[in-house]
């Protein structure tokens, strides 16, 4: 018996893949350690930034499909440091430079990804931190982005004769 050939043996959009110069760019805008919010117990020392995909693969258009299109997804930006000046400091440098063209443009041109807008800075909470008397600051970043999939079904556009266009005979 041969084996099915699936639509789900690939990604259709690789997130690590896709968020990557993203990421790097925001490194080197803070020159902090940047992780996943689910890292956040893995680092040693603050000052560091933290990311979570608050919402992702929303539709820009509304006749956009699963598979065909730009999507939005809103990222939380969180800044973590001992000193509260310094927190307040790298996290409105990194929201002024990733809202600035010349970083717009690089992500755009160099990573698929446009930057529509961010939340203003504010002060957050969040318990249970594995360091202590931690300043945490951020923001939401609203990021485009097109995802392109194809699926191996044969897609009918039209059916020869099927449609008529003339007017019939009375």
């Known amino acids: ?82 000193v509260m000046g310094q927190g307040m400091q790298i996290c409105g440098d990194l929201r002024a430079y990733l809202l600035d063209p010349y970083v717009r443009q690089l992500l755009r041109t160099h990573a698929g990804i446009t930057i529509q807008k961010a939340t203003p800075a504010r002060s957050r909470s969040l318990t249970d931190l594995p360091f202590s008397a931690v300043y945490h600051h951020g923001f939401d970043l609203t990021i485009q982005y097109y995802r392109h999939y194809t699926s191996p079904i044969d897609v009918i556009s039209a059916v020869e004769g099927f449609f008529n266009t003339q007017k019939e005979d009375e």
């Open 1 to 82: 018996m041969t084996p099915l050939n699936q639509p789900f043996d690939k990604k259709t959009l690789d997130f690590e893949e896709k968020l990557a110069p993203l990421v790097g760019v925001i490194g080197k805008i803070t020159e902090c350690e940047v992780v996943p919010n689910a890292q956040i117990a893995q680092v040693k020392q603050p000052p560091f930034v933290a990311y979570f995909p608050l919402t992702f693969d929303d539709p820009v258009f509304s006749d956009a499909t699963a598979n065909d299109g730009t999507f939005e997804a809103v990222i939380s930006l969180d800044v973590f440091a001992k």
